[in-house]
């Protein structure tokens, strides 16, 4: 895909998420304070916070794909995961405020006082619901065209939010059936699903910046790919790293040791580019030849 395909995608991926979630948090909030719901609140803090999320996703994701220059001669990529990072830890603020806020009133007790949520608050969860996972589905999809580590951490964060309104509804429909307390419950049960979400952002951005390898599965395929090339007798090493979204690969195969080297360096570029072409994301292989 080229440079300008790639930037128009990541352009719609924001207005929508931005677009979208602005809509649906206003919308949240109105529900919360007439429909007098604290677990719908919660839900708009969250959907607030998919906001952020989405803007420092597109921030990354552009300056991510600048080339390489003389102060960064093996490119951008890893500013990606930076803004993975910052969208793990805005997961984790904002499902730790919701949490506590459901906490503090389920502990003060008198949940009587509490009051029954409006019909609104119920029918902002189940709107929330639809369209949260059709935003998850929607950003997973391009995500994954990009192989964008920053979108893909948005679109978790969109079926995060789906999954805090299920919770929500379910609160809410408990409250009007005459449980008070199960409002504040399902802030709580909203707090759970932010974070297991953030934990899952958080393990995956840091993998990728302290050059954690590949999946065996690719590895295998790499291997059996430069293998596969005439006049490789075989492979000593390899070995990968993953670069924000893109992979380094280093190796070394064994080839006659009296062949030319002229010979032997065309063997070793011809398996390079196979590399290259057959893994779109490989950003650069090294191969080292060894004499059988």
């Known amino acids: 895909m080229d440079s300008q395909n790639e930037q128009k995608i990541v352009k719609n991926l924001s207005v929508v998420g931005i677009g979208g979630n602005i809509i649906l948090t206003t919308f949240k909030f109105f529900a919360g304070i007439v429909g007098n719901s604290t677990a719908m609140l919660s839900d708009a803090v969250h959907s607030l916070s998919d906001v952020v999320a989405t803007l420092i996703a597109y921030i990354g994701v552009r300056m991510s794909m600048r080339a390489e220059d003389k102060t960064h001669p093996y490119g951008h990529e890893r500013l990606e995961c930076v803004a993975s990072l910052m969208l793990g830890v805005i997961l984790v603020v904002t499902g730790f405020a919701i949490g506590w806020t459901g906490i503090e009133k389920i502990l003060a007790g008198n949940h009587e006082s509490i009051g029954v949520p409006g019909m609104i608050a119920l029918i902002a969860a189940v709107v929330s619901i639809v369209v949260k996972e059709a935003m998850y589905w929607y950003t997973r999809h391009y995500a994954k065209i990009l192989n964008s580590s920053a979108f893909m951490a948005d679109a978790w964060h969109h079926r995060s939010d789906a999954l805090s309104s299920v919770g929500a509804l379910l609160g809410i429909g408990a409250a009007m059936m005459g449980f008070p307390v199960a409002d504040p419950i399902a802030s709580v049960i909203i707090c759970l699903f932010i974070m297991k979400v953030a934990y899952d952002v958080l393990k995956d951005a840091l993998d990728k910046m302290v050059d954690t390898p590949c ?11 430069i293998t596969s090339q005439e006049g490789v007798i075989h492979l000593d090493r390899l070995q990968t790293r993953q670069f924000g979204n893109r992979i380094y690969v ?35 292989i090294m191969i080292h030849v060894n004499p059988a």
């Open 215 to 225: 999946s065996e599965e690719t590895e295998q395929l790499i291997a059996e790919t």
């Open 250 to 284: 280093d190796a070394e195969i064994a080839v006659d040791g009296d062949m030319p080297l002229r010979e032997a360096h065309t063997i070793a570029h011809q398996a390079h580019d196979k590399v290259e072409k057959k893994f779109p994301n490989v950003k650069h």
